[in-house]
């Protein structure tokens, strides 16, 4: 039974500057350049296609792509109409994952304080921006961010499921719905999973939980089987493809192995040691209500993990419960450990700001030389423009972290708080810094552009050999520029090819317009060919 003094909330100042703090982690880099090859192009593509028409059937440039259901790519398209009226479509609509991870953020926190009190409920948002795994995918465009906020609201349900099983029923329901319809079946698993599990105990045997499963069934059902339903009155074959992609998540597909281990130990810092540590300090209550909650949902999404090659996008729903973990423990550290945990974040992110500013200043200046040539080397042709407002918000970053340094009061959630800072001002220096020459190698604008200029306004069937999905959303995105596969391209006069730089230019039958590629690509190029009369 929690005291009411861990109960209390945080004080007022904490929570608001945490939130703020949360707000700038969701903004910085969602905005502000273009669709990035893999994911962000490709789920890009998706809501683009919808914005155009398309909101049934998830397309990429026209092609039928049903791997994820679509509540993503709907709430991206809806974004993009709504704040493309002063963004950039793509920007705007990426901020459906600043939404959907702030729903996350604010759902973690509020589940934390429930089960254990107000320290777990400030720790909980701040140890998730602060977690590295979380990093890239919460600021692409990435259905996964709509599941896992989706897994964050199952796990508050079950959490409310003790006290109120109906209503902890219908909110779990709720959770499970925007799950499957945001990455399948195979996130419902685990949810499911979890709380079948969780019926072996006596905190959710309750004399209404059937009450509550019927609740729960009917409210996850009624979100999720709309779509499919009218998928199948539509496109039976559609619904074929897709739930044949859907079967097949579910089986095993990968296999424990090194490159599991090393994503989990980098991807999970530090919310991995930290809830290994609320597990030995609750070693003696290992029955306790919260504790099973926790570790039950962390078992099963590890083991979705563990059964898909290894990438950031399966391993983010384990990060949930592992989050909560982390915050139970965040603020019980031991001195020795509080004070090393404090020391190398402070350490590491003044040292990473640092060159940040250093690479910045060489991009702008020329020198260091030495520096300069490094990145100048990867993007050929690139050239830094000095903006004011960026070069005043990175300074106001730079004090604000040595000003959290200096002047942070001590608490129980010290560490953690200042390792939010830390990782976030530097991954706000890399966006306000950086940002445009990272953006000048990763887009395919002007590769899109050069294309487009030799095929002129109206080049009729455009074939495509060895085109990748990002590649194929991007210049549909850019230019307009829509392939066909081999099985429809026999009346095309052109086609475009994507290859290696070492590869034999030569194509019977076909003539050679055009190479190009993204700036400093030396593993890619694409080629434009011209039917030989």
């Known amino acids: ?12 100042l904490a929570r608001r500057v945490a939130w703020i703090l949360c707000a700038i982690w969701l903004v910085a880099g969602v905005v502000g350049h273009d669709p990035w090859k893999v994911d962000d192009a490709l789920h890009l593509g ?4 919808m914005a155009d028409g398309s909101w049934l059937v998830p397309r990429i440039a026209g092609d039928p792509w049903l791997v994820t259901p679509p509540l993503y790519h709907w709430v991206a398209a809806l974004c993009g109409k709504i704040f493309g009226i002063v963004l950039p479509w793509h920007d705007a609509a990426r901020l459906a994952s600043a939404m959907f991870g702030g729903l996350y953020l604010i759902v973690i926190s509020r589940t934390a304080y429930r089960l254990n009190g107000g320290s777990a409920a400030l720790a909980a948002p701040l140890l998730a921006i602060g977690t590295l795994g979380m990093l890239v995918p ?15 609201i199952t796990l508050r349900g079950l959490a409310i499921w003790q006290q109120h099983a109906t209503r902890g029923g219908a909110i779990f329901g709720t959770g499970l719905g925007i799950s499957f319809l945001a990455a399948g079946s195979d996130i419902a698993a685990i949810e499911l999973a979890t709380a079948l599990t969780l019926m072996l105990h006596s905190g959710w045997r309750r004399r209404d939980s059937l009450k509550a499963w019927l609740i729960a069934l009917g409210i996850g059902l009624a979100l999720a089987l709309p779509w499919p339903l009218l998928l199948w009155q539509q496109a039976p074959s559609l619904l074929d493809l897709w739930w044949s992609a859907e079967q097949a998540s579910l089986g095993f597909r990968g296999g424990l192995g090194v490159n599991h281990l090393e994503m989990l130990a980098w991807a999970a810092w530090p919310v991995l040691p930290l809830a290994l540590w609320a597990l030995w300090l609750e070693r003696h209550n290992p029955l306790l209500a919260q504790n099973v909650l926790m570790l039950t949902a962390a078992v099963w999404a590890l083991l979705l993990f563990l059964a898909d090659s290894p990438k950031p996008a399966t391993l983010l729903p384990a990060l949930v419960p592992l989050t909560l973990l982390a915050a139970a423990a965040a603020a019980r550290l031991r001195r020795g450990a509080a004070n090393a945990f404090d020391w190398f974040g402070m ?11 250093l690479g910045g200043i060489a991009m702008l200046t020329g020198e260091p030389a030495r520096v300069a040539k490094n990145f100048s080397k990867p993007a050929p042709g690139f050239v830094a423009e000095a903006h004011p407002a960026a070069i005043l918000l990175a300074i106001a970053a730079t004090v604000a972290w040595i000003t959290v340094m200096l002047r942070t009061p001590r608490s129980p959630w010290r560490a953690a708080a200042r390792w939010s800072v830390g990782l976030t001002t530097i991954w706000v220096l890399l966006m306000l810094l950086w940002l445009p020459w990272i953006d000048y190698g990763k887009t395919y604008r002007d590769a899109s552009a050069d294309l487009r200029k030799v095929l002129g306004a109206n080049p009729g069937c455009v074939a495509r050999r060895g085109l990748g999905l990002a590649q194929r959303a991007s210049l549909d995105y850019f230019n307009g520029i829509r392939t066909v596969g081999a099985n429809r391209a026999a009346g095309c006069r052109h086609m475009i090819v994507q290859t290696s730089p070492g590869a034999e230019r030569d194509v019977p039958g076909w003539t050679l317009l055009k190479e190009t590629s993204r700036h400093g690509d030396k593993g890619e190029r694409l080629r434009l060919y011209r039917r030989a009369e």
């Open 138 to 152: 919460l600021h692409d465009a990435q259905p996964a961010v709509a599941a896992i906020a989706g897994f964050a």
């Open 347 to 357: 350490m590491t992110f003044s040292l990473v700001a640092g060159l940040i500013w």
């Open 1 to 12: 039974m929690q005291t009411l003094i861990e109960r209390a909330p945080a004080p007022l």
């Open 46 to 49: 998706v809501a683009w296609g």
